[in-house]
């Protein structure tokens, strides 16, 4: 019997699905569209069909799933394997699809997890967290969300929200946030909070050559800043240097909180590169204390895309063993 | 055999042991002075006749010990049992205090913490954070100390200096701290800070009724503040809602990152009792999301000055169970 394990990334728009062997090696992968509207029950056909179809075509049948792994957005009573409600997917309300999952691939165990948990423990486990016990994660997309791993477990917290990292508070009473908060990190330091602070400087009367592109193109994206930082554009420098003074600081909250070996920064706004990376760590450097030097190291995440199929694989294979 | 645990609260003025059956109920305390100038030997020696003495008082003898807890001001390697330098024991260097401890007391397993952690895991195991498995604590005296229980288990960190939860950043760039950072809550809400901030505004001008404690006194304490306040004091006002404000936007940037179902606030300070307690709540209420309402509780501790020895005892039965 071969071993396989199924990772499964589901989002609003997109469900990927991979197949990974004993060691997470990627068997195979693919990708298809989620048409969320079809209400639960369908999606649900879609994953199994697609699971299906991927162990067919790489010489597996069902018997040879251990187990499977899910990761979507929440909220979600995880540990009931339950889908509470989710705004990518608006027909799920109190779907229990750890449940229906298992029902239709043979009864194999499996796991649900939040999105950033997911591919936090993808990354822990064999991408720029590999080798530490200790880690904290953050997604740099249109938020930021979070994970945490202390002692080689996830956190999770009383009530499965734990590591909703993007709304810890950097700047009281600062800027207003979507969460109903102020000064949340989320509110400075996320790509789409990077691009409307320039956003706001220009309509503010700044002077910058991202005008132009505000005025061609009615917004400004987190790219765009960067793009216009490498230039020489002088808000744009403004702007991201806020953006890696607001994640240095809350890296050393962190590191006074659940003290991880490495933080490993994810999601679309690390395109930006070294740039990025290294104006987080010179702030790091700047604003810790002096008092004992932290062997924390600050780094990308490595995986990519498959972060979330590698994770739930991942997270599968350490919850119910091989 | 009767089965004793011992816990062992080691400061720099006083050594306090207390010896407690299996349920972690004291059996009889004592405290001496530790007379650190003495050097580690001597400081041991002391430690372990305080025990035996204990011991033969309560009818037990050594082999009644199944296992010994110590709480001391770090830093510390706690995993290797070893204090490496500490400012209250400052003839305290490298010394391998678990294994002296151990052998001159039957060679029974012994378990160190820091202080901090210990009281934290005192009040989990039987004081106000008996019931919960996801837990934050900070102590509020000189200092703001901390500790953070997931899962049931103390986070420690990579380099066993986790919950150092003082030094988190509230206000990027604010007050300079003792550690060297800016912007601590520690530099804002401890109690030193607390009386502190009240003197530089005197100092500054202010209009008060602490200004006749200051001239008298030459000095004020966040007792005074608080007395103050109960009077009606003006100023008192602002102080102690800046440090409520302070701990209250901390209890939620923790309940962000680790998800305790309860925080607990131990130290000096709580001495202030419900206007301190009522005015954090408060601030949480005012400053916390608004999209789910968060079950965590914010409590003060109830084990007072025995949660070292408490905690200490509690911890070596977790550690070398029963």
Redesign the interface.
Known sequence: MKKIFVGIDLGGTNIKIGLFDSSITLVCKTSVTTEADMGPEAVVDKMVQTVKKLLTNAGFSLSDIITIGIGTPG?AEYSEGVIIQSNNLPKFKNVPIRRMLSDKLGGRPVVLDNDANVACWGEYAIGAGKG???MVFFTLGTGIGGG?I??G?L???????????G??????DGRK?N????GCVEAYASADSTARRACEAIEAGAESSLKTVLEEKGTITSKDVYEHLAAGDRLAKEITDGTA?ALA?TC???L??????RIVFAGGMIAAGDVLLKRIREYFDE??????K???EIVFASLGEDAGIIGAAALASHTFGQ
């Open positions: 909220p530490v016990k200790d945490i202390s002692n477990e956190v999770h917290g009383c009530a499965e929200n734990a590591a909703e990292l709304h810890t508070i950097l700047y009281p946030c969460c109903g908060q102020r003074k600081i050393i909250n962190m006074h909180a659940t003290e991880p070996k604003h810790i204390w002096s008092i004992k932290e062997p924390v």
